[in-house]
């Protein structure tokens, strides 16, 4: 690893479990900007909730990114959502004007005031994000063309107060950048094997990432005998 300077403004965002409007199904996708002081534990921001804890939370998703960038991208493509669409509207925890997918890696360590953070694996957009805009197909949109963000877990606990910025304190091989295995999951081809397996070894990939690239190994290696 090397150890790299660089910081960014974020802002943070917080949110109780509140019902979808037409399923009326449980979600912690609703978030508000967090007043600051406000504790990083290892399952993520104090005050922070999740409903479906099988697929959301938990050490490898404590906390979640999203590029402020990307709702830009979202209002160009689904125009009518455009008043809906700002940070914290997807249920991120973290908005950052700063970076995207092809800034980081996974394994990368940040600072945030006295926590450290690790980056785990980019997040898997679901169908409570169209719910909740009231518009099928943007989840879908954000996994095709791999806008989604990301998670970290939580390496060292600490308070995080205003103005706090992210600092990165060290960065992984560029091999591991988060947009080159977006781009990796969707290959068809059977040299994708290969990249992929290299990608088991990564520092700091969640476990339940492993297990969807070795699925996607060996759907590749049934495909292509």
């Given at each position: 690893m090397t150890s790299i300077k660089k910081s960014v403004a974020v802002q943070i965002f917080v949110g109780t479990i509140q019902l979808l409007p037409q399923?009326?199904?449980?979600?912690?996708?609703?978030?508000?900007?967090?007043?600051?002081?406000?504790?990083?534990?290892?399952n993520g921001f104090e005050g922070d909730h999740q409903a479906d804890l099988r697929v959301h939370g938990?050490?490898?998703k404590a906390v979640q990114l999203y590029p402020v960038k990307h709702y830009e991208a979202l209002a160009e493509r689904f125009p009518t959502l455009h008043e809906k669409l700002f940070p914290g509207a997807i249920g991120e925890n973290i908005s950052c004007p700063d970076l995207d997918e092809h800034d980081v890696h996974?394994?990368?360590?940040?600072?945030?005031?006295?926590?450290?953070?690790?980056?785990?694996?980019?997040?898997?957009?679901?169908?409570?994000?169209?719910?909740?805009?009231?518009?099928?197909?943007?989840?879908?949109?954000?996994?095709?063309?791999?806008?989604?963000?990301?998670?970290?877990?939580?390496l060292k606990a600490g308070m995080v107060k205003e103005y706090d910025k992210l600092e990165l304190l060290e960065s992984v091989n560029e091999c591991y950048r988060l947009s080159?295995?977006?781009?990796?999951?969707?290959?068809?081809?059977?040299?994708?094997?290969?990249?992929?397996?290299?990608?088991?070894?990564?520092?700091?990939?969640?476990?339940?990432?492993?297990?969807?690239?070795?699925?996607?190994i060996i759907y590749l290696k049934d495909t292509h005998r």
């Open positions: 399923s009326a199904r449980p979600s912690g996708i609703y978030k508000i900007p967090t007043k600051m002081p406000v504790k990083l534990e290892i938990g050490p490898d996974i394994g990368d360590i940040w600072r945030l005031g006295e926590g450290l953070l690790q980056i785990s694996q980019p997040r898997s957009p679901c169908w409570k994000i169209d719910e909740k805009l009231d518009c099928q197909g943007v989840a879908a949109y954000i996994a095709e063309t791999s806008i989604t963000g990301w998670y970290f877990r939580v080159s295995l977006l781009q990796e999951m969707r290959r068809d081809d059977p040299e994708a094997m290969g990249v992929l397996q290299k990608w088991m070894e990564a520092p700091g990939l969640a476990d339940n990432l492993r297990l969807k690239i070795e699925k996607r």
